[in-house]
């Protein structure tokens, strides 16, 4: 590739070994230009061969010039032609014969081609080269000849090439030199005009033939016209018979041969002598204008010309040089210019030119200067007298005549109109001289006047500035700022009379009174413009004038300004100042106001300055403020430091400021409970019953009072997880000793300082263990035969091992064998049993046991008596009593037997009134030793567990009674007391779970955050304090218990908010203190903190009419300033005040003073603008009724809204009603036998929130579900299970109805029975929760439908236990007035048949069949707040969040179900009781099912055992809930044998529900149940009826209060009174 650029774009060619290059089909070229001007051209070698080989050349070449470059390319391949396939040796190319130039440089190349070779070398003459500096061989072979000589370089070359070591080849090059032409040197000689010219042009060396020509100026020279040419074999001349100017220029004479082409080069100038182009001739010049005394002149060489003068009008006697000067100067065309005629200049001038050839010529001329008329004398400056007269005076010379006229400004002056003008004119000599006269002077005369001198020849003006003095104007006065009791005064000085002020009075007076009572400040100095007027009286009214004074005299008084000085500061302290000790925090302060004459104004509030005297204080103030409500003010000052003394002051303010303190009273603030525990907790055992207890005092800066002693709290911690008693000893001493511990146990210990308060913070717990002691005697011990020689004794270990067991020793005696001594067997710590053998048959042995310990040995047990026997009966040596567990864990059950033959074992659990045998399955294994292990125990496992062993010759029974620990309970958390800082909390504690609460953890964080705060809380507090809040912020809050199993449930969230709001401004407090014509005072007092302090105020302010807003941040809320305003113009003013509450907002308008201190009117709307009025008014209007609308509805559903909340009050005190009439109190026996048990379920707080809806489906009467189709709901939604938050399907419900989803929490609580009746009874509490479920429609309905349901069971008699819990409802909007709105908490009895009546009750007040009224969402969800707060799954609705609603119209249910199940977890679930009861199916159902007709045995007594009622229906819990479905209704195409419909034959039910399969049992029970009339509830035991194993069962819409249920339930409507509910959500 070859790359060339150039203009015009280059050609490229190419040659190799300096041979072009055809083009064949191996050699391809190609040429293109890219875009930046660049030629490239490509040289193609297809399949190349050794003769391709050489050095290759490309030449680019334009009309300009050319450029080369050449590389060696060297081929290795075959040479015997293209078709060879033999490697043949390199060979030379043949090459031409080379001619050279003499003098010049000349390459000869060796054309090899073919490769590798060895060298390459040339001779001359058999001579090697080189052989003299002029010769150079490259490596490639080329030959170099510089400065090529003929006789030395002319002759034969041979170029030898070594291609193997011994052979070489050769080629000869014959070099032949030709030598250029040389021109000798000739020069033109200088030529004037007409000469002759003969110039020659002779070669003194070169190769013949020689060619000369001649050229003139690049263009070849023909004869004629006067040149001549002759040329000879080494010589030409050049003739010119008369040289003329034509001849100029350059000649080149041109030498030519076959070496080369030379010329030389020279100018022929032709010399012509000087001639005038334009002569001079006489002119007249003006004086003081510019003159060109005209003269041209041209020759070769250019003449030069000069110019001389001769002063005088007379014959010219001597010309001397003019002087060039800036004034005087030659133009290039040789013309004299004179830019300033003078007088002077008058005279002969004469043009000299001259350039050396031939005769100087010259010609004179005459110059006549005129005169025009001139201004010659008249004053600059001059100045008049006011009221007197003054003349003016201009003197003017010139050629005649001469008119002069007068001018003041631009106006001329005419004396026949104006007679206050007089004009007179006088020749003197050559002058004329002008007089005006001013009769008399005015101020309108200090201006410039012009006195004008015209002739034929110009003019000339004079300017006279007159300057009329007089006594000044007075002064433009302005009030810049007034004070209490000074002023500011700013003056201007308009008019100064054209006379230095000299100074200014001032003078001042009260306004009432005359100027003869003045009061004057004189002489002010006159650079001075503003002063301060002091000593003024607060709140006075002032006049105040000015004079100003030059030397003429005095001015007028200005206008006279009317101002008022401002409110002063109060001059007196608040009185009477008292303080009192309110808390620990708090001091209250009261005071009256300073007296009436040192008041200086109205009091407008007052600030209070407290500040800490104790030592280490910085001794600051810290400042708060209130307003002034009166003569006597009370404030109370929070958030003090506790037993401290505090010094404070008390201060008044007005508008003006704030007055003088009053003095320092100290006061101390109340006790209170030390703040930090004891330091260095020490403990120390002593012996296994006493233990010492040191420490030392806490910080005194923390005791917070007097420190009155010490409290050690101390509990044992045994085993089995469970705390001990809790102890207490005060003393006032730092060391206590402890007797009387339990021993070798574990205790925590706590140190407490308290005061007069109470008691402080407890110290980190301390652990400690007694030593060990000899231990107690085992608990039990029991011996049975295990043969005719052997017997075994089995125990348990000390109740009290106080130590550790190292082994046991077992004591044998036979008190009729004489023996003195018993004898003694020992087993280890670990066996509790141990075999004795060799003994005697029939013969009786006494046996005892005793424990070791490192101590000793302890007391021995019981001593049993037992005689070996032939026979041995089945017995059981482990025993049985109470095992406690935590849940989740594995328990072991010991029922180790012994026997001949080996016993078998049962196991069997007490169900009510039967026993039921223990399932072996994944949950329950039963070892080859007879030990029931149960995994992962739940609550549910809880109960009385028996086993038997049996063999041949008997059996023998124990009962373990197994107790699960699980978390305890949520507690019920409440809000007690807020204030600024801290929000108080107080609980009731829920069941502990089977195991002592540990502590609580309270977590609160800011309402709108979800970062919450933890802080644990000891197991004995109730209440406590969160101190250090933000004030005015809502906060949540949640608790939650804590015992040996780990956290319980977390209450629910509770919301609170401190005591504070948002900042506000005072509509009675002046909001500008003072403004003038550029700045404004602003007095932020009016803003008030609203009880948090106020940390930042923002300022924005602009020009009415401006849409750039100024801004001014400032913190301090007295005083501040605005700046740089514009005069006489109005503002728009913005202030935002923000705290930790939240931010207060005010606007207002203000108008800055004009110039004067006079104000300006509001703005009005111009002409021009009545268009964009017009148009606001457009856009305003619908605006305007729009949110007028707006308004109305709101007000409209507000009342509406507080009407349905009145009657849902209504109805729940209805609820109540309804519900106390069968209210039992816990400790009332019951008479007679019960009629139905009643379900108590607790619903910790319930929320409706409800809101009217326009527009909505209206529901039917019989209707209890609405259709919804696939366009009201997001086809993303699955319907397959649309349900929110963590939803479990149960695969046996879902039938071709589609699938039941439920939201259901499977961690068992326990019931919230006292914990006295731990030790007896044993109950399990399960906590679930259902929500909405949408459910598919029938394959014929292609619809959805969204519904839930709740059930329960009402009873006319019964047990109930009632507790007091929350029933609120409010407002859904999520502010602090929809916060605040919230109807007050009261007590209610919290069971769903009152939640179900207080709804029904509402549905029937608002008449829902036929009204616009929407319940949105409502679901039944857990209560526990670990379900509330989450957010939904991804199938989630809105309408069915179980999150706090954030829009109107939400209906918030919040309650506990029982859990579903299905119908073969039913039937076995085992439900501790405590005391055994009969056996009855019927007990095992759960409670609705009870109160069901279907469900009904045929005895009309309930067999079930009293129990208490929270117990007996929250055992019942655990049953199967929904056994066959959760909706059931009777399906009229499914024809059930034997279901009478009372009234008709055939039962039909509105409610579309979930088909769901029957057990056997409980089908058989549904007939049976639906064959009973509705009259005749006995008449259920008739019949067994068969039914479909998939039967459908529900409820329908009649009233709660009519105690009706649906479908066939209606039978029992004078019977069980259940309830049976379906809502359905629109």
Request: charged share 20%; with cysteine.
């Amino acid at each position: 590739m070859c790359a060339a650029k150039g203009a015009p774009p280059p050609t490229i060619t190419w040659a190799l070994d300096d041979e072009p290059i055809q083009r064949d089909n191996g050699h391809r070229t190609n040429q293109y230009t890219m875009s930046d001007g660049t030629t490239v051209s490509h040289m193609n070698v297809t399949s190349p061969q050794i003769k391709d080989g050489g050095v290759y050349r490309c030449a680019a070449r334009n009309s300009v010039g050319s450029a080369e470059y050449q590389a060696r390319i060297n081929v290795r391949g075959t040479s015997g032609g293209q078709n060879s396939k033999t490697q043949g040796p390199p060979s030379i190319r043949a090459m031409k014969n080379i001619t050279a130039v003499a003098g010049r440089d000349t390459f000869i190349n060796c054309r090899v081609i073919g490769y590798p070779y060895y060298s390459i070398k040339w001779y001359k003459d058999a001579l090697l080269l080189p052989d003299n500096h002029r010769q150079v061989v490259f490596e490639n072979g080329t030959l170099k000849l510089m400065d090529v000589q003929k006789g030395m370089d002319e002759g034969e070359y041979l170029c030898s090439v070594l291609i193997q070591p011994q052979l070489s080849i050769s080629q000869s090059v014959h070099v032949t030199v030709k030598v250029p032409p040389l021109i000798q040197p000739f020069e033109f000689p200088p030529a004037s005009i007409g000469q002759l010219l003969y110039i020659p042009c002779v070669v003194s060396s070169g190769d013949m033939p020689i060619r000369i020509t001649w050229r003139k100026d690049g263009q070849v020279i023909i004869s004629g016209s006067g040149v001549t040419i002759e040329s000879k074999e080494f010589m030409s001349s050049l003739q010119i018979s008369s040289v003329s100017l034509k001849h100029n220029g350059n000649y080149t004479c041109i030498a030519s041969n076959a070496a080369a082409t030379v010329s030389r080069e020279r100018q022929l100038i032709v010399r012509v002598p000087p001639r005038f182009v334009v002569q001079p001739n006489n002119q007249d010049g003006i004086y003081g204008k510019a003159g060109v005394l005209n003269c041209s002149v041209d020759g070769y060489p250019p003449p030069k010309v000069m110019w001389k003068h001769a002063k005088g009008s007379g014959n010219p006697q001597q010309y001397h040089p003019v002087p060039l000067t800036g004034r005087i100067q030659i133009l290039p065309n040789s013309s004299l210019l004179i830019r300033h005629v003078l007088e002077e200049d008058i005279g002969y001038y004469l043009c000299q030119a001259s350039n050396g050839v031939g005769t100087d010529i010259s010609k004179s001329m005459f110059l006549t200067v005129k005169i025009p008329a001139m201004i010659t004398s008249h004053p600059n400056t001059t100045i008049a007298i006011k009221g007197q007269m003054k003349e003016l005076n201009c003197t003017a010379r010139g050629e005649r005549p001469i008119i002069i006229r007068w001018e003041k400004g631009d106006t001329v002056i005419d004396p026949d109109r104006n007679m206050r003008y007089a004009i007179s004119t006088k020749d003197n000599g050559d002058e004329v001289i002008s007089t005006l006269k001013l009769k008399p002077a005015d101020r309108g005369d200090s201006v410039f006047f012009s006195c004008h001198a015209i002739n034929s020849y110009g003019e000339d003006r004079g300017l006279i500035q007159l300057t009329v003095q007089e006594p000044p104007d007075p002064p433009e006065l302005e009030i810049r700022e007034v004070k209490a009791r000074s002023m500011n005064l700013r003056w201007t000085q308009r008019f100064d009379g054209n006379s230095i002020i000299t100074g200014f009075d001032i003078e001042y007076k009260n306004k009432s009174d005359s100027w003869d009572f003045k009061q004057s400040t004189r002489n002010i100095s006159p650079t001075i413009n503003q002063a301060n007027i002091v000593d003024l009286h607060p709140a006075s009214v002032y006049s105040i004038r000015m004079y100003s004074f030059n030397k003429i005299g005095r001015s007028e008084p200005s206008k006279e300004l009317t101002i008022s000085t401002e409110e002063a500061a109060p001059d007196g302290p608040p009185m009477d100042v008292t303080l009192q000790p309110m808390t620990s925090q708090s001091i209250q302060v009261t005071w009256k106001a300073p007296k009436k004459e040192l008041q200086n104004g109205v009091i407008r509030g007052y600030q209070i300055g407290y500040r800490e005297n104790s030592p280490g204080s910085n001794g600051q103030y810290s400042i708060v403020e209130m307003k002034a409500t009166g003569d006597s003010e009370v404030y109370t000052l929070d958030n003090l430091k506790k037993f401290a003394q505090y010094g404070v002051v008390v201060q008044a303010f007005n508008r003006a400021g704030t007055g003088p303190s009053s003095s320092e009273i100290n006061a101390t603030t109340l006790e209170d409970v030390p703040s930090q525990p004891p330091e260095n907790v020490r403990a120390l055992s002593i012996t296994s019953d006493v233990a010492v207890i040191s420490w030392s005092e806490p910080p005194r800066s923390t005791l917070n009072g007097v420190l009155k002693g010490y409290r050690v709290i101390f509990w044992s911690l045994y085993m089995d997880g469970e705390w001990g008693e809790m102890q207490n000893i005060t003393t006032t001493r730092e060391r206590v000793e402890l007797r009387g511990m339990e021993k070798f146990t574990n205790y925590s210990v706590q140190v407490l300082a308290y005061t007069q308060a109470g008691d402080g913070v407890r110290s980190s717990v301390l652990y400690i263990q007694t030593k060990e002691d000899i231990p107690g005697p085992p608990a039990g011990i029991k011996a049975v035969p295990s043969s005719a020689s052997s017997v075994v004794v089995s125990w348990l270990p000390p109740t009290k091992p106080n130590g550790i067991i190292r082994k046991y020793t077992i004591f044998c005696s036979s008190p009729g064998s004489g023996q003195p001594a018993p004898s003694e067997y020992e087993t280890s710590p670990e066996q509790l049993f141990y075999r004795i053998a060799h003994l005697n048959r029939g013969q009786q042995y006494m046996l005892w046991v005793a424990a070791v310990t490192s101590a000793g040995r302890g007391n021995i047990s019981e001593k049993v008596t037992i005689e070996p026997a032939g026979k041995a009966p089945a017995k059981i040596i482990s025993f049985g009593g109470t095992v406690t567990t935590p849940w989740m864990k594995d328990v072991r059950l010991p029922c180790n037997s012994v026997g001949e033959p080996a016993p078998a074992i049962k196991w069997t659990k007490d169900s009510e009134d039967s026993a039921i045998p223990v399932a072996v399955d994944g949950h329950r294994l039963i070892q080859a030793n007879g030990t029931l292990v149960l995994r992962s125990v739940k609550a549910e496992d809880s109960g009385y567990y028996t086993c038997t062993a049996t063999n041949t010759w008997g059996f023998d029974t124990i009962i373990i009674n197994l107790l699960v620990q699980v978390p305890p309970d949520q507690p019920r958390l409440t809000v007690s007391k807020t204030s600024a800082s801290s929000i108080t909390l107080a609980w009731i504690p829920g069941d502990n779970g089977g195991s002592s609460i540990r502590g609580f953890v309270l977590q609160y964080s800011v309402d709108n955050s979800e970062e919450w705060k933890d802080v644990f809380i000891s197991s004995t507090e109730r209440s406590f304090k969160l101190d250090s809040l933000k004030c005015g912020t809502w906060y949540k809050v949640k608790l939650a218990a804590k015992n040996s199993v780990g956290a319980g449930r977390i209450s629910e969230i509770i919301e609170a908010k401190t005591h504070g709001r948002e900042p506000s401004f005072s509509k009675d407090q002046h909001l500008f203190t003072h403004i003038n014509s550029t700045h404004a005072r602003l007095n932020l007092q009016g803003w008030s903190s609203g009880g948090c302090p106020i940390m930042a105020i923002v300022l924005e302010y602009r020009p009415k009419g401006n849409w750039v807003w100024q801004s001014l941040k400032t913190n301090n809320s007295n005083e501040v300033f605005l700046t740089e305003l514009r005069e006489a113009t109005w503002y728009e003013l913005r202030m935002k005040a923000c705290n930790s509450a939240g931010c207060g907002n005010e606007t207002t308008q203000f108008a800055t003073l004009d110039y004067d201190g006079s104000t300006i009117p509001p703005i009005k709307s111009a002409q021009g603008e009545g268009d964009d009025v017009k148009k606001l008014f457009t856009i305003a209007c619908p605006v305007i009724l729009a949110t007028l609308g707006v308004a109305l509805l709101f007000i409209i559903r507000k009342k509406r809204k507080e009407k349905r909340l009145k009657r849902l009050r209504d109805a729940k005190s209805l609820a109540e009603m309804l519900i106390s009439k069968n209210n039992r109190s816990f400790d009332t026996p019951v008479k007679g036998p019960p009629q139905g048990p009643r379900l108590h379920i607790d619903i910790p707080r319930v929320q409706l929130l409800i809101e009217d809806k326009e527009g909505i489906k209206q529901l039917g009467d019989d209707k209890a579900t609405i259709p919804v189709t696939d366009t009201e709901f997001s086809q993303a939604v699955n319907p397959q299970s649309f349900c929110t938050g963590v939803s479990l399907h149960h695969p046996a419900l879902i039938q071709n109805t589609g699938p039941l989803i439920d939201m259901s929490d499977i961690r068992p609580g326990t019931n919230p029975v006292s914990r006295k009746s731990v030790k007896s009874a044993h109950s399990t509490r399960n906590r679930y929760s259902s929500q909405w479920t949408l459910t598919k429609c029938q394959a014929s309905t292609p619809a959805r439908t969204l519904t839930s349901d709740w059930r329960t069971v009402g009873s006319q008699h019964g047990i109930m236990v009632t507790e007091s819990d929350s029933y609120s409802a409010s407002l859904s909007q999520d502010t602090d007035k929809g916060r605040n709105s919230m109807v007050s908490t009261e007590s209610a009895s919290s069971t769903y048949e009152e939640l179900a009546r207080a709804y029904e009750h509402a549905k029937l007040e608002e008449q829902l069949q036929h009204a616009k009224f929407e319940i949105t969402e409502c679901f039944i969800s857990d209560s526990s707040s670990d379900q509330m707060t989450t957010g939904t799954n991804e199938n989630a609705d809105s309408m069915t969040s179980m999150s706090t609603p954030s829009e109107p119209g939400i209906c918030r249910f919040t309650a506990s179900p029982p859990k579903p199940q299905d119908s073969d977890r039913g039937k076995n679930v085992a439900v501790p009781i405590p005391h055994r009861a009969n056996k009855s199916d019927y007990c095992n159902l759960p409670l609705y099912m009870k109160s069901e007709g279907f469900f009904r045995k045929p005895d009309i007594h309930d067999p079930c055992p009293v129990v208490p009622p929270r117990e007996a229906s929250i055992r019942n819990l655990a049953r199967a809930y929904h056994t066959q479905a959760r909706h059931m209704t009777l399906d009229p195409g499914s024809k059930p044998l034997g279901l009478p419909h009372p009234g008709s034959s055939t039962t039909t039910l509105p409610q579309r529900t979930l088909t769901m399969p029957v057990s056997a049992n409980s089908a058989s029970a549904t007939a049976a149940a639906a064959s009973a009339p509705a009259a005749d509830p006995t008449a259920a035991t008739t019949a067994e009826p068969r039914m479909p194993t998939h039967t459908k069962m529900g409820g329908s819409r009649d009233s709660l209060l009519e105690m009706s249920t649906s479908g066939i339930g209606r039978s029992q409507k004078q019977g069980a009174g259940a309830y049976s509910k379906s809502y359905t959500l629109v």
